[in-house]
């Protein structure tokens, strides 16, 4: 692979005075400026007072930077600009921190349900004073895809971790979750409870009683509530726990991926306080915050580290789960489920899901919407076409979140209405076996986050890792979405694959681009935030197939080092 080695972009005269401040100079590494199309190096870069003051030749950056300046020799290792966390939810990621993990293999223990009653009842006994104060034993992270059992927990397996306390554990794709006995009881569900809007109760054999199991709305009111209950003090805990597992995988940008109004709060309070470590932005829920986001407003600019930067609408579940919104029935339904079934709609009418669009494009809120069925994909593009000609066609940057089973009819019609995809390419290694086997069938399977595919229309794309439904791990995210391996080995759509550094742009340049923050992030320039990751190798220079091997070893915001690997 060719090497372009920049020419000098800030060392303007030969006659500029060397600066004598508290400059750091990096160089004997592969410093990759993500500018471009093909990958391009320098041989030094220079921050000074957060920003990149020049990148270029180490001549000129020794001689820009002064004999005062910090020298770090990078000895053969990757610089990069920081991460940007297109899609996730910084939050949730330090509660699931907190929270007892019942991940499966290689991330957790979370093998069978034996092993979740045991992961449950270890992290009772360790956690006293957290069951205190929420009330409830908590785990997060099971997947009934990689359980032995191959189904949810019910609630009478959950009665094994307790009977006196309530149990929840949330699944791995945030859309589901699964009550001990005294939950279902704590929360209000009985066989007399009706399914509410956007949500399933699932049942017993007699189609009334609860079974434990809670799809999409039927467990987010409880969760909500259990959150809801929390202080203060416990609230910035969970969210300082998650900007710590993000700077651990190299982001400088976190996104709170919807948020209450208590939520945005909590940031804003930390950020008051000078406690947030790298920039955090919150999309708020569009179906619930309405007059809250009126009072607060969308901001351009950081302050200490927060912005409100737009607002999230939700239009179906999970694919994993079986809730996602499809145009054509699952390959096996869920239990109960007639063969026919499609998944369903967060919001059922055509008119409040319209309406909702008007207004975030009459306000030119920036929004992103959770779209993982093509159904739902459809229903967005549709409202997208109707709020673009009531109110124009602006640059809104408006992003279809997760676009996992998009069609290439629904593409064209994305790029004509200026409409990102964020894509979730993690599930071909993480759920890839299962939908191919389960949920959607070898062909459409070989479709899910069709990156290639926007990528032969000239359409940027950006990549997530939608934390805490997967680990909020750059490097699995640009693994999975050049290779595109699933657990059992075999690839998920060959034809879908991408370079390492297009995936690199997709957490980078085009993530920032996404933020509108292009300006100030996503490459390495001149002028722009000393936002910076260091790797052990170039992703672009292994093995593909190695790339899951690399390790972040320090993240630089704005010059400072908010994470070191010991």
Not at 82 to 98: E, T, Y
């Amino acid at each position: 692979m060719a090497v372009t080695l920049l020419i000098t972009l800030a060392f303007s005269s030969t006659k500029a005075a060397p600066d004598t401040g508290s400059s750091t100079l990096y160089y004997g590494g592969s410093i990759l400026t993500m500018e471009g199309s093909a990958p391009s190096y320098a041989e030094a870069l220079v921050v000074k007072d957060g920003r990149i003051l020049f990148v270029g030749t180490k001549t000129q950056a020794e001689h820009l930077a002064g004999a005062a300046a910090k020298k770090v020799d990078l000895d053969g290792r990757a610089l990069l600009p920081g991460f940007i966390d297109a899609h996730g939810h910084v939050f949730n990621a330090g509660f699931q921190k907190l929270a007892a993990n019942l991940l499966p293999p290689p991330d957790g223990g979370g093998k069978d349900v034996a092993s979740l009653v045991a992961l449950l009842k270890e992290w009772q006994d360790k956690n006293a004073a957290a069951i205190k104060k929420s009330g409830w034993i908590i785990g997060f992270g099971y997947d009934d895809s990689r359980l032995a059992e191959g189904r949810h927990p019910t609630a009478k397996e959950l009665d094994q971790v307790s009977t006196e306390l309530p149990v929840v554990i949330i699944h791995q794709s945030g859309h589901l979750a699964a009550m001990n006995h005294k939950g279902l009881e704590l929360a209000g569900i009985t066989a007399e409870t009706n399914d509410p809007v956007g949500g399933v109760i699932r049942r017993q054999a007699d189609g009334k009683t609860p079974n434990g199991v809670l799809e999409e709305m039927a467990s987010f009111g409880p969760i909500f509530k259990i959150l809801g209950a929390l202080d203060s003090e416990a609230n910035e805990k969970i969210a300082l726990a998650g900007v710590d597992a993000y700077t651990q995988h190299g982001f400088t940008t976190a996104q709170e991926g919807r948020a209450n109004k208590a939520a945005t709060e909590t940031w804003r309070k930390l950020a008051d306080e000078r406690k947030l470590k790298i920039d955090v932005a919150v999309y708020l829920d569009l179906q619930s915050e309405i007059e809250y986001i009126k009072q607060v407003g969308i901001h351009e600019d950081y302050t200490h580290h927060f912005r409100v930067a737009g607002v999230k609408l939700s239009l179906d579940g999970s694919p994993q789960g079986k809730t996602a919104w499809l145009s054509k029935p699952y390959l096996n339904p869920p239990p109960q489920k007639p063969d026919s079934y499609t998944g369903y709609p967060a919001i059922p009418s055509d008119k409040e899901r319209q309406a909702l669009f008007n207004l975030a494009y009459q306000k030119n809120w920036q929004l992103l919407v959770h779209c993982n069925g093509d159904a739902a994909a459809e229903a967005m593009i549709d409202a997208v076409a109707v709020a673009s000609e009531k109110y124009g066609k602006d640059d809104r940057r408006t992003v279809m979140i997760h676009a996992q089973t998009v069609r290439e009819s629904q593409l064209e019609r994305m790029k004509k209405l200026g409409i990102l995809p964020s894509f979730f390419s993690m599930h071909t290694y993480y759920w890839g076996d299962w939908h191919r086997d389960e949920t959607l069938g070898p062909e459409r399977a070989a479709r899910i986050s069709p990156t290639a595919s926007a990528l032969k229309r000239g359409m940027r794309f950006t990549e997530h890792h939608d934390a805490p439904v997967a680990l909020p791990s750059a490097i699995m995210i640009l693994h999975t979405t050049v290779n595109r391996t699933s657990r059992s080995g075999e690839v998920i759509g060959p034809d879908q694959r991408v370079s390492p550094y297009q995936a690199l742009k997709s957490i980078t340049d085009w993530a920032a681009w996404q933020y509108f923050e292009q300006d100030s992030k996503g490459t390495l320039t001149k002028g722009k935030l000393a936002d910076l990751v260091i790797l052990d190798q170039d992703p672009t220079q292994v093995d593909p197939a190695t790339i899951m091997n690399i390790r972040v070893l320090e993240t630089i915001k704005e010059g400072q080092t908010v994470y070191k690997a010991q």
